[in-house]
């Protein structure tokens, strides 16, 4: 508010303009990349911008330019860790590259509720993200028409794709290679796994590191216990690893599967790491947090969120240079729930 107590109105182009000594037109050649404008002319408009504390208006732009400065994000869930940490990606670059973003959710992987839901994205115009980590995304994201501009969030391929889909992901395959090359190295015989579900096949690229890393050692590959998404999954699959005396070490799919885990050894009264020893996947934000603290890696889903708009950006306006396939590099954080076995094992 100002002194008088009503709340100021938000800068508009022609306080811009004024503000520059230049026309209003001139501002919105400046805003929208214009190549004719004098580099000291287009300084003056960037300092009144910052000063008045200018926002670009998407609309605006839009039907100036001809384009929808818009994405939509189709996904079938907003509230697991790495999908909302990739919207939050999405919507940080958007915002910045003044796009507007819209979110559609697959509630089903039916093949008519899918192409209702693309349908639905392709009307409203712009370019599509595809979130593909499960049956109904990979529906999704071969069904979107050829001739709308989209990206795909995809689980780690098991071979590099052609330069004709943009995909993104994060490496799944090292991630879960390190986490039990990590508990290996502690001395463990050998390390169980609780999956997540895979989008597209049997064997996800997190079960194929955890089984390249125990086949580099010489270990035994225990039978993956199936989990689901949630504490919930991995509370039964930890009951059952828990009556087994032999199990020392368990990888999870993600890291509310291993808060599941965790549980299920304490209710066993089974100690970790004094007895089991943890390790989950993703780095979540509650990890740190627990107790023991987990052990776990992290991936930038926020940042793959980021590449995965960066490459449709480039797409849409037609200008900017960003690899095909952005590949984000995992970090194993180890903490408090790995450690060595117990004596005798």
């Keep these: 508010m100002n002194v008088t107590g009503h709340t100021r109105r938000p800068a508009s182009i022609r306080d811009v303009a004024t503000a520059a000594g230049v026309s209003y037109q001139t501002v919105s050649r400046v805003i929208n990349g214009h190549p004719s404008v004098r580099p000291s002319t287009r300084d003056r408009v ?12 998407a609309t605006a732009l839009a039907l100036a330019s001809g384009r929808s400065r818009a994405v939509t994000v189709l996904t079938a869930n907003t509230t697991h860790y790495g999908y909302a940490s990739i919207l939050q990606g999405i919507e940080e670059a958007a915002r910045a590259a003044s796009y507007a973003v819209g979110i559609g959710v697959l509630e089903s992987a039916d093949d008519a509720a899918v192409a209702a839901e693309v349908q639905r994205a392709a009307d409203a115009g712009g370019g599509l993200i595809v979130i ?21 969030v995809v689980e780690t391929p098991a071979s590099p794709p052609g330069g004709d889909l943009p995909w993104v992901w994060t490496d799944d395959r090292e991630a879960a290679y390190q986490a039990t090359r990590h508990l290996l190295s502690l001395g463990h015989e050998t390390v169980h796994y609780v999956a997540i579900p895979s989008s597209t096949r049997r064997t996800s690229a997190r079960t194929s590191g955890w089984r390249q890393a125990l086949k580099e050692a010489g270990a035994q590959e225990p039978r993956p216990v199936q989990g689901s998404w949630g504490p919930a ?11 087994d005396p032999s199990v020392t070490a368990i990888l999870c799919g993600n890291d509310d599967l291993a ?55 480039g797409v849409l306006e037609e200008s900017a240079q960003v690899a ?22």
């Design 233 to 243: 999954g991995g509370h039964a699959a930890g009951l059952k690893l828990a009556g």
């Design 259 to 313: 808060l599941g885990v965790l549980r299920a050894l304490h209710e066993a009264g089974r100690s970790v790491p004094g007895e089991v020893s943890v390790a989950g996947f993703d780095d979540a934000p509650h990890s740190a947090f627990l107790t023991p603290s987990l052990t776990t890696v992290r991936l930038d889903f926020t940042g793959l969120g980021r590449s995965a708009f960066a490459l449709l950006h």
């Design 132 to 152: 593909a980590y499960d049956p109904a995304g990979v529906r999704a994201l071969g069904a979107v028409p050829a001739t709308l501009p989209v990206v795909g």
């Design 46 to 57: 960037l300092a009144a911008i910052d000063e008045l504390g200018f926002r670009r208006n």
């Design 324 to 345: 095909p396939h952005p590949v984000s590099v995992p970090e194993l954080v180890v903490r408090e729930s790995s450690g060595p076995p117990p004596a005798g094992h």
